[in-house]
């Protein structure tokens, strides 16, 4: 074997009378992954859903475009600022990706990240290194303000808020 990371899943089957299927015996499969960094596992389940539409998003785009905090016209002027001695200048910047204090913060010390200039762009438009812009920028901020968080070691952790059923845009 050559070195380099090795991704490792098993699948799983479970067996069901499955009401989709007249409550016939079935197999439904799903996965167990491991992460070859922190040996950490996740479950993956597959959703048979029937094939659903894409919706028409175009409205809620262009309105909320004059009001959007994370367009670049206003991210300077809404968006909070870390105190300087955690955060000079109070933002972290790598390619487009700007990162600041979340103003509704889970922690004593919380931050979000703007990926990318644009207001808007569909999942499968959104470029490599604007997410690899992004995951740096929390990285960094990560190494920056691991050890000020009270009470000891902080631990990083990135979510994503996209799209209207997130809470996104």
Not at 36 to 65: K, Q, W, Y
Not at 86 to 100: T, Y
Not at 106 to 117: G, L, W
Not at 137 to 142: N, P, Q
Request: overall charge negative; aromatic content about 10%; some cysteine.
């Amino acid at each position: 074997m050559e070195d380099g990371i090795l991704f490792r899943a098993e699948k799983k089957f479970a067996r069901l009378h499955d009401p989709r299927k007249n409550f016939e015996l079935a197999q439904v499969e799903s996965e167990i992954r491991f992460d070859p960094l922190t040996g950490s596992s996740g479950r993956i389940c597959h959703f048979s859903l029937a094939n659903m539409s894409v919706p028409d998003l175009s409205g809620i785009i262009a309105e909320s475009r004059a009001v959007c905090p994370f367009c670049p016209d206003k991210v300077e002027s809404i968006t909070p600022r870390f105190p300087d001695d955690l955060v000079p200048g109070g933002r972290m910047r790598r390619g487009e990706a700007v990162l600041f204090p979340n103003l509704f913060p889970y922690d004593d010390i919380s931050a979000v990240a703007v990926i990318c200039r644009e207001h808007f762009l569909a999942m499968d438009a959104v470029p490599a290194s604007v997410l690899c812009d992004g995951i740096g920028v929390a990285r960094d901020f990560f190494l920056r303000a691991g050890d000020r968080v009270e009470g000891g070691s902080g631990f990083g952790l990135i979510t994503w808020n996209y799209m209207p059923p997130a809470g996104g845009m």
